[in-house]
């Protein structure tokens, strides 16, 4: 059995997000996350927000979102 201090929720973010917005998970390594500064600068420039940031014992997660468009709506 998997230690639960070790293990992350496959969504981590609330249910209501998927709703209004597309929603994008990203996990890496700790020592990864200061190399990916530029990604996440061309992720804003596309549209996405940065919502939340967690971690767990072994990786970082960065959960962006971008609001989604109504069909019909302009």
Known sequence: M???ATVVAEK???????E???IRVFRTAHAEWDRLSQ?????????WR?????SDT?????????TRVRPGAR
């Open 2 to 4: 998997a230690n639960p």
């Open 12 to 18: 981590p973010y609330p249910p209501t997000w998927e």
């Open 20 to 22: 209004t917005a597309e």
């Open 39 to 47: 990604w996440f600068t061309d992720m804003r420039r596309h549209g």
């Open 50 to 54: 940065l919502l939340r940031v967690t």
């Open 58 to 66: 072994r990786d970082l997660v960065a959960i962006f979102g971008k």
